[in-house]
């Protein structure tokens, strides 16, 4: 039972960061913009977060550089697909390798500029970063476990919650998903389709930073390690269709993806080979995308405008 409970609580923890980025895919897909350069983003939230903490080893800084960094990717795409009407597919995917060779690139001049070439955060932020439990001196079974977690944890699901609130409950989410569905129409009935997939756009950018960050400061020890992102943008995209586009179905999608990215933690390491475990979480990945190009569903389909750029003269 405590192996059970350990492996949730590590699932839980690995997943954040696919949270984080997933929330901020869902938002610029929802507005009618795919957007593959989810890796990119996060690279650069990551070094953004990581940097300002470093300097300042204030918490509240480094998040919000980490959205700020994340938003600036999000610009170049939203500048680039919105105003210039350039091919959604390949603005995504450059902006990834831009991202992470920003990312990379930075960071292999602060590792240079550090004494000892190990950047590693100041002790007042990991302390502020440390898992607590959010229940007190409170013993409960089980649930005090899975409830002694850092205060990033939290702030995903916070935003997955507040974001699923926005888009299926709010006057100006039902604008953005109109837009997301049928810009002309939305156009026609008063919409600024611009305005609403920029909003969305570098809001979603500024997200999946945060992502970027939750590696930085947390998962690499408080230490920087260029490539930490390491491919979990790409999971990420695939975890917005594994939740049908609603970052609600989101939060448990991100804990079974992230089970599956400490699985080998909690395996013998005899029964397969330890590379197995780390390609598990890709070959899900693949999984559920050959799955879900074989599901014809309205109800859970991307939405009708997404990827397909508006040019208002031709409504």
């Known amino acids: 039972m405590n192996m059970f409970v350990n492996f949730i609580f590590a699932a839980f923890k690995a997943g954040t960061p696919l949270l984080f980025g997933t929330t901020g895919e869902i938002l610029t897909e929802k507005a009618g913009n795919l957007n593959l350069g989810v890796e990119g983003m996060m690279y650069m939230g990551a070094f953004g977060g990581f940097y300002v903490g470093l300097k300042t080893g204030n918490l509240l800084l480094a998040l919000l550089a980490a959205f700020a960094f994340g938003m600036g990717g999000a610009l170049i795409y939203a500048f680039l697909t919105v105003t210039l009407k350039a091919n959604q597919n390949v603005t995504g995917l450059t902006l990834t390798i831009f991202g992470t060779g920003f990312a990379n690139f930075f960071g292999e001049m602060m590792i240079r500029n550090t004494p000892g070439g190990q950047p590693k955060l100041p002790a007042g932020l ?11 001196d409170l013993q409960i079974p089980v649930l005090s476990k899975l409830l002694s977690t850092n205060p990033l944890v939290y ?91 609603s970052p609600a179905k989101a939060i448990l999608g991100s804990i079974v993806f992230g089970g599956f990215s400490v699985l080998d933690m909690y395996i013998p390491q005899d029964l397969l080979p330890g590379a197995f475990y780390k390609m598990l979480p890709f070959l899900v990945t693949a999984v559920v995308l050959i799955i879900s190009s074989m599901r014809k569903s309205k109800k859970h389909a991307q939405p009708a405008g997404c990827g397909i750029n508006y040019f208002r003269e031709e409504r």
């Open 155 to 245: 702030l995903a699901i916070i935003l997955a919650i507040v974001c699923s609130f926005y888009i299926s409950r709010t006057r100006t989410g039902l604008k953005m998903r109109s837009v997301g569905e049928n810009p002309g129409a939305a156009d026609a009935a008063g919409v600024n389709v611009s305005l609403m997939k920029y909003a969305n756009i570098l809001a979603g950018g500024g997200i999946c930073g945060l992502g970027g960050a939750y590696i930085a400061l947390i998962n690499g020890g408080g230490v920087w390690n260029n490539g930490a992102v390491n491919g979990q943008g790409w999971i990420a995209v695939a975890l917005v269709i594994f939740a049908s586009w």
């Open 126 to 136: 990991l302390n502020l970063l440390a898992e607590r439990p959010l229940l007190g």
